[in-house]
């Protein structure tokens, strides 16, 4: 599957409004950024951003997890809840630990506090921010939004999933 990934604006409230049939080539993709030197670039405005291995890839089917990198700033306390669907035909992404989970996805994802420690980064980056890695499960090709729920804020992030 091809993805690519972008970041809209923090808001501060949960509200996602009635969104009409999106083409893939109108979905709002951006360009990944380096967030932390030692990781995959990254796409978000924050608290969440998400890392895409590969940046662009082709669809295989909705068995066929991506592998990505979901990226917390700690400055924003609480739980995160990542959710997503296509924005097109309503369609719910899946959501792993890993992309060879069978059986165990869930249209809800909750991040674990801790996450992991990548060796290539700074202890400072480690302070600010904690890595995580998971999967998401797309059932069509199309433009996902994903919405993540950090603490009392909420993150919006895109991502264009491509048939080859």
């Known amino acids: 599957m091809r993805v690519r990934t972008l970041g809209a604006a923090l808001v501060a409230t949960g509200l996602v409004g009635v969104c009409p049939a999106y083409g893939q080539d109108e979905c709002p993709v951006g360009s990944p950024e380096v967030l932390v030197r030692g990781i995959i670039p990254v796409t978000g405005d ?19 997890g991506v592998t990505v990198v979901w990226v917390r700033d700690y400055e924003v306390r609480g739980a995160v809840l990542i959710s997503g669907a ?3 035909s309503g ?3 899946g959501f792993a630990d890993t992309a060879s989970a069978l059986g165990t996805r ?6 674990e506090n801790l996450g992991f420690q990548p060796n290539s980064i700074s202890q400072a980056d480690l302070r600010r921010y904690s890595f995580h890695r998971g999967a998401v499960f797309f059932p069509e090709p199309g433009c996902y939004e994903i919405t993540a729920q950090v603490g009392r804020e909420t993150a919006t992030l895109y991502l264009n999933v491509e048939q080859p």
């Open 106 to 111: 869930n249209e809800r994802y909750r991040l």
């Open 86 to 88: 296509n924005r097109g």
């Open 46 to 64: 924050g608290p969440l951003w998400v890392g895409v291995a590969g940046g662009e890839l082709d669809w295989a089917g909705p068995n066929d």
């Open 91 to 93: 369609e719910r992404a």
